[in-house]
């Protein structure tokens, strides 16, 4: 699950330019910049195959978020969430991130964006979970 995040992590930074932090977003620092990304770890499920082979099915957590000065552009507005969220998609649908044995990468949720307190702060923030499938062989 580390090197996975570490990935997606690092092609977000590379792709989209913008701060990504490995943390669950609710531990996000006073410090960071907005906008920003979070990833974090989610659930992991083993399916043991033939010939003492598994599959692993690892979930990602992506979330987007922004400080909505005024809501109507942090929603849809061309750096909205909407917009980010959807960049964050393109990146990673697909793509397997060079991590050896992965052979599916699928985004399979997308929460609906939400307004929230954090830190004294009002975000915006909207939360991507992706599966990633993986074949271990011993």
């Known amino acids: 699950m580390r090197a996975l995040l570490l990935a997606i992590a690092g092609h977000l930074t590379a792709t ?5 932090y490995a943390c669950p977003e609710d531990a996000l620092a006073a410090s960071v910049r907005l906008p920003c990304l979070s990833v974090a770890d989610g659930s992991l499920r083993v399916r043991a195959l033939a010939g003492g082979r598994r599959e692993e099915e690892l979930e ?3 979330a ?3 400080e909505p000065h005024n809501a109507e552009s942090a929603l849809s507005g061309p750096d909205g ?3 980010l969220a959807a960049r964050v998609r393109d ?6 991130l060079g991590l050896a044995g992965m052979i599916e990468a699928a985004l399979a949720e997308e929460e609906a964006s939400r ?3 954090w830190r004294g702060r009002t975000l915006l923030s909207r939360r991507s979970v992706f599966r990633y499938l993986r074949e271990v062989t011993p």
């Open 115 to 117: 307004l929230r307190e």
């Open 81 to 83: 969430v909407l917009e």
């Open 16 to 20: 989209l330019g913008l701060p990504v």
């Open 64 to 66: 987007c978020h922004v």
């Open 91 to 96: 990146a990673l649908e697909g793509n397997l």
């Open 60 to 62: 990602a957590i992506v």
